[in-house]
């Protein structure tokens, strides 16, 4: 295989939405139709797409007259590890992404474009697991494939744009959370930052945690339920707990008070944590005094509440509600929106305090 | 200024739309609301935006119930070189590829995201120039920027996804051209390939030629105009007039005759062309073999005729009409559509003859 990449070339022939599959033609036993085929396998029979893969643009139906729209990037050492993930989590992860935010605004995914640098090298097979994963998450949450590119790169590098239908609703904001709503979150939380943890570790289980930080599941009709319930305010738990919260409370101008006695119990986070400390402390021979550095250095960090409150990537959903509304069993009230006190400025609350652990959202404050 | 970017870190920061104003919050002067401003200022007020940059997701206006959608990439060291491009010049390029493929559909554009992958000791001013000429592009094709993500790569990867609203109108394939049609063209030919030979050959003129590759500047307007006029098939000329057409020919499996006297003629390009191989032929002291040898390297592919018909990134408009049809003054015919002969593939001609040098379209058969 060779994809044949060269200055002018590149130029020349990967230009355009399209290209995704007259790559694939050039290199494979598969012929265009094959390849349309077989992309198109693994997708719903896209119920929004008017016109799909292969002209200058795609052309989608938005029956409100309205389309949702979120582009998201993953890179090769900064999202994901080749040797940590397969192709197909990548293509999961991509897809889910970009699905996630669509259905934080309370819509239904309608469609997907994916932009694809990769290095020539790279095995036809590497991008054939890919798009499955893709398509496999595009199935799960409703869209189809309708565009893309690709261009060589030095590292695997991947955007993808999701558009999606609120069928008539409002969107749902991140702005839109008052004083005495509920705050209810939906999904797995810290589940993918133990599971990064575990592999940074070199450890191999619990394997739902693996998988979690893998090949994450969001529950994508969460988002649209929430909505047909009034959600007031609603968010992609992507960057953690208290980061995404903090967005929320900084945009509505509130404070949120979380309780952590409410956030749902995760056994194999527990085990998780207590398998890195053992590890961390257990090296080849080490000190007495390096080993509990190491030890204390893996602690800082590493609990069930931690990976709760800061881990990311789980693309769980939190979102704010009347108090008055009856959510279904999968939310889990977790707390409470008030205003922020005199001299107090929005923000999350932990059992009363700022969380002592600094979350995502702070880094570049 | 630090872009702060960590494999934990960017994970936690950057993993979603509105990033892109968050990394600038943190590395200048400007704050959110400074740099909200900076990038609108620059646009019209987008006609087609209801939620724009903040929240997971945007929302744009739909009137006709549909949305023309498309995703393009730019790598460094493939579509543009810094050395030879400046920020600005990428961000006008970067713009202009999406919104000429949304015209190319007889579409107007309404919203662009972009997914932007660069090194952290990248400067800011890069960035900002950059984001300028993307809003300015943005501004000339009547989109708005409404939403984009930010990611650490080794070098710059953009990837943007054009939106546009067809006005009602059907799509402009690539599928419809008719035995009897004209063909016609509206924009610059081959100017922007003479822009990267020259620079390529280290010569500074003519300017036009460099501004062309560098900066193109599509009609957009043109592509809906086509649509108005009738057209059977339109396309983006950005692979080149012969690979494109050729895309045309396949998907409506008609031959399209060209007349190469009907090409509009540019006289920078003759100019281009001999300077070049001045250039090529004039080393220092080479000898009277290496002079010729050189010589003739330059001269293979460098014609003003070549470069207009496989010269690609000019972003001008190809398009079938009707025979009947009254063009605008813009659009030049420069030959028709017939049905192929029996034992004859769909494809181009040129004077009758399919021409000698390959073009673009054809490197991946």
Same mark, same amino acid.
């Given at each position: 295989?060779?994809?044949?990449?060269?200055?002018? %070339? +590149? !130029? %020349?022939?990967?230009?355009?939405?399209? !290209?995704?599959?007259?790559?694939?033609?050039?290199?494979?036993?598969?012929?265009?139709?094959?390849?349309?085929?077989?992309?198109?396998?693994?997708?719903?029979?896209?119920?929004?797409?008017?016109?799909?893969?292969?002209?200058?643009?795609?052309?989608?139906?938005?029956?409100? %007259?309205?389309?949702?729209?979120? +582009?998201?990037?993953? &890179?090769?050492?900064?999202?994901? =590890?080749?040797?940590?993930?397969? $192709?197909?989590?990548?293509?999961?992860?991509?897809?889910?992404?970009?699905?996630?935010? &669509?259905?934080?605004?309370?819509?239904?995914?309608?469609?997907?474009?994916?932009?694809?640098?990769? $290095?020539?090298?790279?095995?036809? /097979?590497?991008?054939?697991?890919?798009?499955?994963?893709? *398509?496999?998450?595009?199935?799960?949450? #409703?869209?189809?494939?309708?565009?893309?590119?690709?261009?060589?790169?030095?590292?695997?590098?991947?955007? &993808?744009? *999701?558009?999606?239908?609120?069928?008539?609703?409002?969107?749902?904001?991140?702005?839109?959370?008052?004083? #005495?709503?509920?705050?209810?979150?939906?999904?797995?939380?810290?589940?993918?930052?133990? #599971?990064?943890?575990?592999?940074?570790? #070199?450890?191999?289980?619990?394997?739902?945690?693996?998988?979690?930080? =893998? !090949?994450?599941?969001?529950?994508?009709?969460?988002?649209?339920?929430?909505? =047909?319930?009034?959600?007031?305010?609603?968010?992609?738990?992507?960057?953690?707990?208290?980061?995404?919260?903090?967005?929320?409370?900084?945009?509505?101008?509130?404070?949120?008070?979380?309780? /952590?006695?409410?956030?749902?119990?995760?056994?194999?986070?527990?085990?998780?944590?207590?398998?890195?400390? +053992?590890?961390?402390?257990?090296?080849?021979?080490?000190?007495?005094?390096?080993?509990? *550095?190491?030890?204390?250095?893996?602690?800082?960090?590493?609990?069930? *509440?931690?990976?709760?409150?800061?881990?990311?990537?789980?693309?769980?959903?939190?979102?704010?509600?009347?108090?008055?509304?009856?959510?279904?069993?999968?939310?889990?009230?977790?707390?409470?929106?008030?205003?922020?006190?005199?001299?107090?400025?929005?923000?999350?609350? &932990?059992?009363?305090?700022?969380?002592?652990?600094?979350?995502?959202?702070?880094?570049? %404050?």
């Amino acid at each position: 295989l060779r994809w044949g990449y060269g200055a002018r %070339r +590149t !130029r %020349r022939t990967f230009p355009r939405q399209g !290209r995704f599959l007259e790559v694939h033609i050039t290199i494979g036993e598969l012929g265009e139709f094959g390849l349309i085929a077989r992309i198109s396998a693994g997708l719903p029979p896209g119920g929004h797409v008017i016109l799909g893969i292969g002209d200058d643009a795609a052309v989608l139906r938005a029956p409100d %007259r309205r389309v949702v729209a979120t +582009t998201d990037l993953l &890179v090769e050492g900064k999202h994901f =590890r080749r040797d940590w993930s397969g $192709p197909r989590d990548v293509g999961h992860k991509a897809g889910a992404r970009g699905l996630a935010d &669509v259905a934080a605004m309370g819509a239904v995914a309608s469609g997907l474009l994916v932009a694809f640098a990769a $290095p020539p090298e790279l095995p036809v /097979s590497w991008a054939d697991e890919f798009t499955a994963g893709l *398509a496999a998450e595009c199935a799960r949450g #409703g869209a189809a494939i309708v565009g893309g590119d690709v261009a060589a790169a030095d590292k695997i590098m991947i955007a &993808v744009t *999701a558009l999606g239908d609120l069928q008539g609703r409002a969107p749902v904001r991140r702005s839109g959370a008052g004083q #005495g709503d509920v705050v209810a979150v939906t999904g797995a939380l810290g589940h993918s930052a133990a #599971g990064l943890a575990l592999l940074d570790h #070199g450890l191999t289980g619990p394997a739902e945690l693996l998988t979690a930080h =893998r !090949r994450p599941r969001p529950s994508y009709d969460a988002g649209p339920e929430a909505a =047909r319930c009034g959600a007031t305010a609603m968010i992609d738990v992507s960057d953690g707990l208290l980061a995404d919260l903090g967005h929320v409370a900084e945009a509505s101008d509130v404070l949120i008070e979380l309780t /952590s006695a409410l956030l749902p119990g995760s056994r194999p986070l527990s085990v998780a944590a207590e398998l890195i400390i +053992t590890a961390a402390a257990g090296g080849p021979r080490p000190s007495e005094v390096a080993r509990a *550095a190491r030890a204390v250095q893996a602690v800082a960090g590493t609990s069930a *509440a931690d990976w709760m409150l800061t881990g990311g990537e789980d693309h769980a959903f939190a979102a704010a509600f009347p108090p008055d509304v009856t959510l279904p069993a999968r939310w889990s009230v977790i707390g409470h929106v008030r205003a922020p006190g005199t001299g107090t400025s929005a923000g999350v609350l &932990v059992d009363g305090k700022r969380y002592k652990r600094r979350g995502g959202w702070e880094h570049f %404050r």
